[in-house]
């Protein structure tokens, strides 16, 4: 028969053991993430020499009275109003293809590039000038967008007069 244990030896790493295992997983975590920490070590090195990373800090340092100021801020009459019409202003976006919306700002683009460069000759514009430049296909096209978009708005309008925005 066999005897009984009456001996159960436990293999206690000493402190410097462990010390050394520990160093060893961490070296191995580095070496897996290699690319990651290079790229992050970059990162922080752009934000140190463009000066973002003294801010971020110096944020960080003062984040009570930061945090304290962006509170009184924010409970101002007219910020509760910026916050609102932001929301409103997403929601308006988001309800518009992005295609629509890029094409509108094009056009908005282009006008006021025509805009800024201002008429050749400053002269008076005639009502026989104005019925001229109706026949302008360019003219024409964004004559009937604008009254489409007030058809739009009217019609919007006329739904619901009284409508008041919810909070």
């Known amino acids: 028969m066999a005897k009984a244990i009456k001996r159960i030896e ?19 975590q580095i070496a897996d993430s290699r690319q ?7 990162i922080m090195q752009e934000l140190q020499e463009s000066g973002l990373l003294d801010i971020v800090k ?16 924010l409970n101002q009459p007219g910020a509760h109003h910026l ?3 932001g929301f409103a202003l997403v929601g ?8 629509q919306i890029q094409r509108l700002f094009d056009g908005m683009a282009k006008g006021i590039e025509q805009a800024a460069e201002g008429p ?4 008076a514009l005639s009502t026989w000038g104005l019925l001229k430049a109706l026949k302008d296909p360019n003219i024409s096209a964004s004559i009937q967008m604008l009254l489409q978009f007030l058809e ?4 919007s309008l006329n739904e619901s007069p009284n409508k008041e925005a919810t909070s």
């Open 10 to 28: 436990l293999n206690q790493q000493s402190a410097e053991e462990e010390q050394q295992e520990d160093l060893k997983a961490i070296l191995q």
């Open 36 to 42: 990651t920490i290079q790229d992050s070590l970059k």
């Open 58 to 73: 110096g944020l960080l340092s003062k984040r009570v009275e930061v945090a304290k100021i962006a509170m009184q801020q």
């Open 83 to 85: 916050i609102k019409s």
């Open 92 to 99: 308006l976006l988001s309800a518009i293809e992005p295609a």
């Open 120 to 123: 050749g000759e400053k002269k």
């Open 152 to 155: 739009g708005m009217g019609s």
